[in-house]
Every structure is written in structure tokens, then in C-alpha cells.
């Protein structure tokens, strides 16, 4: 979108923010280059991307299965285990680009919640939020004008690149964008789950993993939870919509195997087309997380 457009676009989104929620003004090709320069930056502060070990070959398998269970062929899909045993994290980049921290996997404790928790991240890139974040992001910081200019990570001050990196999700978001946020994550929980079920995974493990994130509490409690309902509260929603999930993607068939870059037997990336429109569509199958299991 012309920068001149975009402008006008937020001026007009000034006055009314309350309809900004699910605006994206970014296209992915748009985004491609801030989702790989905040890929490596998230890597560099960590131990580094581990490649080998039963762990690592968990996170490889379960990204195959949860990219293939999105539908989503045109992402340029990749996954890294970062070694940072004290950050319990995870984060999926706009085009697909998954990161799993080492410190989440005690919390995990297993495959089938560490579906739940892939699912969850991959949503928010197949939902377009990183896009819906940063046109929102547009209008309550100045790191915007940046990326407008066309710099790249490196030649941003460190506000403008801790600014965009929260944004893109790598880390919480606060103030303006926190209720809209709150709202995001509560459709990625919806749609994660739908993709852990498609994967093969069990469901019910969804709402154990919230369990234990609960448990966490006080001073302990992760970052990136800031920003997410309540614990228990998503636990209880997932337990009630489960049903309803399960019936809808009874025969479901995969569209494609999709590539990811790190799993065994991939070849290599496909090329996406040049420009893909922004994907402002809600989640393809509605749930509404009141009703009553039948």
C-alpha cells in the first residue's frame, strides 16, 4: 500500500480505534523482511538454535504436522528450539517462521501440549496478527516511520527495534494495542486448537497446559502471558469448545505438504507469489466460546 494511502488510512483509524482490531494494511511480502531480521535477532539473544537431540527432533516433528494442518502452502516455513532454559516462550513470525525456547518445555511436558502451544503461535502468522499488530503498532509508536524508510533492523535505534520485535510478537505488547491483543490470542486459541486436532494431537491437552501455566504464578509468571487471557479462564473455554472443534474437522484432508526448512525430507522452499494481499478474514469456522458442549 502507497505510504500517502496507508497515512490517510490511519488518520481516519485515529478516530474510530475501536475498528482497527482486525485492519492489516501490510501484505506478506511486505513483512518478509522484518520476519527474518527478527528471526536471527531473537536467535542472537539467545544460546543459539540447538540441532540435534530428542528434543529438537520433537519440535521438528510437531512443526511438520502443525504446518500442514494450517493449509497454508505459501508460507516460507521454518523452526528453530532456541537453548534459553529460563525464558518459557514461543513465537510464530508473519510467513511461518516458528521459534520454541527450551524454557517452555517443562512446562510442556509433552507432545501433545507443545501442539497446543505451536498451534496456538502458527495461528496468530495463518490470522495475519503480526500484520493487524503493526498497522496498530502504526499508531501508538514512532517505530513505524522506520520502517516506513526502509531500514532494516540494524540501522534502527533500539527502541524502534524492541518495538517492532513486540509487534511481530516476539515479546508482549502493552497499552494501546493490549485489549486488541487479548482478543488475537483468544482466536489463536480457537484456531490451535483446530490445528493440533487436525495434526493428530490431543486436545484435551490444551487446557492441562494452561493449567500448569497458572500454576507458574506470581513473580514467575512468563512475559509473554502478560497480554493472554487468564490462565484458567482459556483452560475452562478450551475444555468447552474441544466438542465443537472436533466435530467440525472430522474428514478433514490435507491441501498440500507444505515445506519447512529444518524438517526432514523437505526439499527446498517453494517461491510464494510476489505480492499477497492482506488476510483480514476471520477464523474460517466460527466458535462461540460460550455455548455448551453438546
Request: with cysteine; hydrophobic share 35%; aromatic share 6%.
Amino acid at each position: 500500500m502507497l505510504p500517502t494511502l496507508r497515512a490517510f488510512c490511519l488518520f481516519v483509524l485515529a478516530l474510530l480505534p475501536t475498528a482497527c482490531a482486525n485492519l492489516n494494511l501490510y501484505s506478506d511480502e511486505e513483512l518478509e523482511p522484518l520476519s527474518l531480521q527478527a528471526y536471527d535477532e531473537a536467535t542472537k539473544e539467545t544460546g543459539g538454535a540447538i540441532t540435534s537431540g530428542r528434543d529438537y527432533e520433537m519440535v521438528r516433528r510437531v512443526a511438520r504436522k502443525i504446518a500442514q494442518a494450517s493449509d497454508e502452502l505459501n508460507f516460507r516455513w521454518e523452526v528453530r528450539l532456541l537453548k534459553a532454559d529460563d525464558i518459557p516462550n514461543a513465537f510464530c513470525l508473519p510467513n511461518g517462521r516458528i521459534a520454541i525456547y527450551t524454557g517452555i518445555l517443562p512446562v510442556t511436558q509433552n507432545e501433545d501440549a507443545l501442539a497446543a502451544v505451536m498451534g496456538h503461535e502458527v495461528a496468530h502468522a495463518i490470522l495475519r496478527h503480526g500484520g493487524k499488530r503493526m498497522t496498530q503498532g502504526m499508531l501508538s509508536q514512532g517505530a513505524m516511520e522506520a520502517v516506513q524508510a526502509g531500514l532494516g533492523m540494524a540501522d534502527m535505534s533500539e527502541g524502534a527495534r524492541e518495538g517492532i520485535m513486540a509487534v511481530l510478537g516476539v515479546g508482549a505488547q502493552v497499552g494501546f494495542t493490549l485489549r486488541y491483543s487479548r482478543e488475537h490470542e483468544s482466536e489463536a486459541d480457537v484456531e490451535g486448537l483446530r490445528y493440533a486436532i487436525r495434526a493428530g494431537y490431543d486436545p484435551d491437552e490444551a487446557p492441562r497446559l494452561w493449567e500448569r501455566m497458572a500454576q507458574l504464578g506470581g513473580g514467575d509468571t512468563p512475559s509473554w502471558l502478560s497480554t493472554h487471557p487468564a490462565s484458567l479462564d482459556r483452560a475452562e473455554t478450551l475444555r468447552q469448545i474441544t466438542p465443537q472443534v472436533r466435530e467440525q474437522e472430522k474428514g478433514w484432508k490435507p491441501k498440500g505438504t507444505p515445506t519447512v526448512v529444518g524438517v526432514p525430507g523437505n526439499g527446498p522452499q517453494p517461491t510464494p507469489p510476489a505480492q499477497q494481499p492482506p488476510a483480514n478474514q476471520p477464523p474460517t469456522k466460527k466458535i462461540d466460546p460460550g455455548a455448551k458442549p453438546k
